[in-house]
């Protein structure tokens, strides 16, 4: 065959196809293997998946090291003398990669477990409805179709001007060394959590937001306290008035409106992070082939149980969709198992199970700790707020026991409950180490505990859950199902 000449295309014909070899997909094609031994997992990028890679594992690598600063630098409020607290930017990068890299090493040897045959290398699109093309040598036919091709970090058009000094965090954990300074766009959850991670490894950094909005909380009493607590660290201004970016040489000059003098200042960073949120991958997939139906966003419609997406004529057919491609809940465990449900389903279609799902749970990793359970503070003024319904319960964590001694002593919760049933419903979380008590919340929440019976559990002495008592002790005298909290409980111990 001469060099000019195209080579055929192959063509494969599978029982189940699963678009994308990230978390929800390697969930999909272990499931699906259960049911047929005729699976392929398509992946157009990289191995490894996006948690591993860019993700989960590389940003909480960063933020350890930048809590072991901090600590460094705070010891002196316990009366430990550490001097000179020196942050070697290429060591820390380098332990990141090195860690990362073995996080990554772990999924490949997981994949290794699936046979080379059944893994197709090239980007997927829709012919039609059963039809994939793969990176244009392959055509795969299938009974079904998982889609799991995750999402890509997103933002504006303003932003291009900074040119290749415009990075996301795909970009950040390749860096050999810490950066002088950086301007992030994007309090959200990414934004606070690689921002004060690279603040508290001594990079210069200013964070610009829009709206209001500052990472998960939707309740504005913990949101302004959120605010007002890593104001006091960094600077951060959820509403910022921007008014140019610009590159200049290696710069990117911003001009803004600062926050708290109100004056137009311009500054120069290395580099602009932008953290303005994630779009689906599901846009360059022909899903104008595929015969779904989609929602205003280009979405597919699907059954959030089953993971079937909804054909034009909203008949279910035999696609599904898992992970972040779906949008719905973009995070790791529910990656896995939307995964697993949308595998089995696939497997099994045209019969098909509802999966179990777990109630909302989500932790930001910055210091204090960010977390909400439940239902969102929005959703539940709209379903509970008009009839009086819905009672709200707030702990502060600045005079709580454990926290005192630990100089953790910062933070606000608040805590959900419905009237009359006495039931726990959700909360809001700001404070040290609150990935420990949005689990215990969101184990009460799947147990549909009421916030009596939550009390009735054990409490150690002295611990940081003691904090989360003085919210549902709160909550369940503002649900009229205890006394009102007028003093300190005096049957538990000192700075309960
Ligand atoms: C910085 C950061 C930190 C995070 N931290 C956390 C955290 O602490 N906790 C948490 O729960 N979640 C966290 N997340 C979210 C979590 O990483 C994602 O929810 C999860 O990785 C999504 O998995 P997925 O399988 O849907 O997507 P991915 O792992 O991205 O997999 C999708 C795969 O599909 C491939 N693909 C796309 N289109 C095609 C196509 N047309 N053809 C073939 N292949 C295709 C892609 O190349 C990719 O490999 C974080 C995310 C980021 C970015
Ligand atoms: N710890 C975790 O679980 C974790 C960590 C990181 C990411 N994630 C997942 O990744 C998803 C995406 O994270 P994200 O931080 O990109 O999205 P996000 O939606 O949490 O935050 C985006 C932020 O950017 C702001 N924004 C939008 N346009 C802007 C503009 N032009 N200028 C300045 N700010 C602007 C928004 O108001 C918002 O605050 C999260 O929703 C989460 O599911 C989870």
Not at 132 to 144: C, F, N, Q, S
Not at 239 to 260: L, M, Y
Not at 324 to 336: I, T
């Amino acid at each position: 065959m001469d060099d000019t000449e195209e080579s055929p295309m192959q063509h494969r014909e599978v029982d189940i196809a699963i678009i994308g070899a990230g978390s929800a997909g390697l969930s999909a094609w272990h499931a699906a293997r259960k049911h047929s031994d005729s699976v392929v997992l398509i992946e157009g990028g990289e191995y490894g998946t996006t948690c591993a890679r860019v993700g989960c594992m590389p940003s909480k690598l960063l933020i350890a090291a930048a809590e072991a600063a901090h600590q460094a630098r705070d010891a002196g409020g316990f009366g430990i003398r550490v001097s000179g607290v020196e942050v070697d930017g290429r060591a820390v990068m380098a332990r990141v990669r090195e860690e990362r890299d073995g996080f990554v090493g772990r999924v490949f040897t997981s994949m290794k477990r699936i046979p080379e045959e059944d893994r197709l290398t090239g980007h997927a699109r829709f012919e039609d409805p059963h039809t994939l093309i793969v990176g244009e040598h392959t055509r795969v036919t299938a009974r079904a179709v998982v889609i799991a091709t995750g999402s890509r970090p997103t933002w504006p058009s303003m932003f291009d001007a900074a040119g290749d000094r415009l990075v996301t965090n795909d970009a950040v954990f390749e860096w050999e060394d810490l950066p002088e300074s950086v301007a992030v766009f994007g309090p959200g959850v990414i934004g606070l959590e690689l921002g004060q991670a690279l603040h508290r490894l001594g990079v210069r950094l200013r964070m610009f937001g829009v709206g209001g909005a500052l990472g998960p909380f939707q309740d504005e009493v913990v949101r302004d306290y959120a605010d007002r607590t890593f104001s006091e660290e960094f600077s951060v201004d959820p509403d910022a008035k921007v008014e140019s970016i610009e590159r200049d040489g290696d710069a990117v000059v911003i001009t803004f409106v600062e926050r708290d003098s109100g004056e137009t200042l311009t500054e120069r960073f290395d580099y602009l992070l932008a953290a303005t949120g994630r779009r689906t991958n599901v846009d360059r997939l022909g899903l104008e082939n595929a015969g779904l139906a989609l929602d205003d966003k280009g979405v597919p419609r699907f059954n959030r149980f089953t993971l079937q997406c909804l054909g034009e004529g909203d008949d279910p057919g035999h696609i599904f969709i898992a992970g972040d491609a779906n949008q719905a809940l973009p995070l790791l465990h529910e990656a896995n198992s939307e995964g697993r449900i949308a595998g089995d389903n696939a497997g099994r279609f045209p019969e098909l199970r509802a999966g179990r799902r777990n109630v909302p749970l989500a932790i930001v990793f910055t210091e204090p700790q960010m977390a909400t359970v439940g239902e969102g503070h929005a959703e539940l003024e709209k379903r509970l707020g008009g009839c009086d319904c819905l009672a709200v319960g707030e702990a502060s964590f600045e005079d709580q026991g454990r926290a005192v001694v630990m100089r953790r002593n910062r933070g606000l919760m608040r805590l959900y409950g419905e009237h009359g049933s006495g039931e726990f419903l959700g909360a809001e979380l700001f404070g040290p180490r609150v990935e420990h008590m949005a689990h215990l919340l969101a184990w009460a929440l799947e147990q549909k505990l009421s916030v009596s019976e939550m009390l009735a559990m054990p409490w150690y002495h002295p611990v940081l859950e003691e904090g989360l008592r003085g919210g549902l002790r709160d909550l369940n005298a503002n649900l009229q199902q205890g006394p009102a909290i007028t003093e300190r409980c005096m049957e538990c111990g000192p700075g309960d």
